[in-house]
């Protein structure tokens, strides 16, 4: 959609490979640019410099002549009967805003998020189901002399733990604990949670959940201290295994939201269409919530100026079809596959355990299969449009 030349490089950060693993056998799944030909798997780009390059983009193009009503909410959307009018508009969505100016819309788009109130207008239902699981994000600070272009995760039972950026998805009343931590109780847990085995972090969960008398540094540090000369002495490099140490955590910015997936069971409506958390929701395991309705933005962006180009009226349910179709299986097809991934980690049953271990190893070592798994995740020879 032509924002990115917007953004400000210095707060991005490409990544060039991805370490996975197993938080039970850790076995372990490896890519990298020899994969594919790329000049990053992806890139972290904090929220608001995507809104703000979105914004520069739209006065690029129209140079003032997009309206941005900043600060105001959608107090409601109805039809209006329309009387004494050359044209009929009754079919028209009416958004009545809180600033008591009323808008009429040839196509109404739905970008407003999980509880869409354009979504509920359409009478459009979501399908899906909530996980009994809450994540937690933050900002962290690393070490910043220590370059790291490699994004982590790993799958614990409670859920993964990720830095690509921070993320910990794990059981609610977990979490809640998590997000009210001392900042340096905090950080030691995220370090813990990248280092050690699992039964130590199950102790420590234990101790936060039943509000146990333990000195949590200490005993982090010295299990730490443990499982580093085990790493030594296995002669494994641990730049490479493990993510950089967490120092810090921005103020403020410590969050937790419940996990949901969902699907709308239709993105279209006469003149009015769903896109990104409107249409879908999936779990952040795999960072595909922000692609996903990047892609849908990029199609229906496709779908309208085709529209206009051959004279056909932008609102119509054929067109806005074209959109459906393009990008309802496509999305479709990543939530399942993500929930999937998800309950096969989740659970600590021995055979399952042993089986996607001897999976993960083998698909590790087979370099196309793990090529072709990047361009599926990066939307590499996906056309939005169909």
């Excluded at 780009?45 to 941005?68: F, K, M, P, S, T």
């Excluded at 039943?210 to 010295?222: A, K, P, R, S």
């Excluded at 403020?252 to 279209?268: C, D, G, H, T």
Aim: charge should be negative; proline fraction near 4%; aromatic fraction near 8%.
């Amino acid at each position: 959609i032509g924002a990115w030349q917007h953004v400000d490089n210095s707060r991005t950060r490409p990544y060039e490979y991805m370490q996975v693993w197993d938080g039970i056998s850790d076995s372990r799944l490896s890519f990298d640019l020899d994969n594919i030909k790329s000049d990053a798997i992806a890139w972290i780009v904090e929220n608001n410099h995507i809104q703000r390059a979105i914004l520069a983009r739209l006065e690029e193009c129209y140079n003032g002549n997009v309206d941005v009503f900043d600060g105001t909410k959608v107090e409601k959307i109805f039809y209006e009967s329309e009387s004494g009018n050359e044209f009929d508009l009754s079919d028209w969505p009416t958004v009545f805003l809180s600033s008591g100016k009323t808008l009429k819309a040839r196509l109404l788009v739905g970008a407003d998020g999980i509880n869409s109130a354009v979504r509920s207008f359409a009478g459009i239902d979501m399908l899906g189901w909530d996980y009994d699981a809450n994540a937690v994000v933050a900002t962290l600070h690393v070490d910043p002399l220590v370059e790291n272009k490699t994004a982590w995760q790993r799958f614990l039972p409670t859920g993964p733990i990720a830095m690509l950026p921070a993320m910990w998805s794990t059981i609610p009343a977990l979490a809640s604990k998590l997000r009210l931590l001392p900042e340096s109780d905090f950080v030691h847990l995220v370090n813990a949670a990248f280092r050690l085995r699992l039964a130590d972090l199950q102790y420590f969960q234990s101790q936060l959940l039943e509000g146990g008398d333990i000195n949590l540094q200490d005993e982090i540090t010295w299990r730490e201290q443990v499982e580093t000369k085990n790493i030594a002495d296995e002669n494994m490099d641990k730049d490479r295994i493990l993510p950089p140490r967490v120092f810090g955590v921005q103020e403020k910015s410590r969050a937790s939201f419940p996990l949901k997936m969902r699907n709308a069971e239709r993105y279209v409506k006469e003149r009015i269409t769903l896109i990104g958390d409107a249409a879908h929701t999936i779990h952040p395991l795999a960072g595909q919530g922000l692609n996903q309705g990047i892609a849908d933005v990029q199609c229906l962006t496709q779908t309208i100026q085709a529209g206009v180009n051959t004279g056909q009226n932008i609102g119509d349910l054929e067109l806005l079809g074209e959109y459906s179709s393009a990008r309802y299986l496509p999305n479709l097809a990543m939530i399942g596959a993500v929930d999937k991934l998800h309950k096969l980690y989740a659970t600590e049953f021995g055979p399952i355990v042993w089986s996607r271990s001897i999976g993960l190893n083998a698909i590790n070592r087979m370099s196309p299969l793990k090529a072709e798994i990047m361009k599926f995740a990066m939307g590499i020879g996906t056309d939005t449009h169909g």
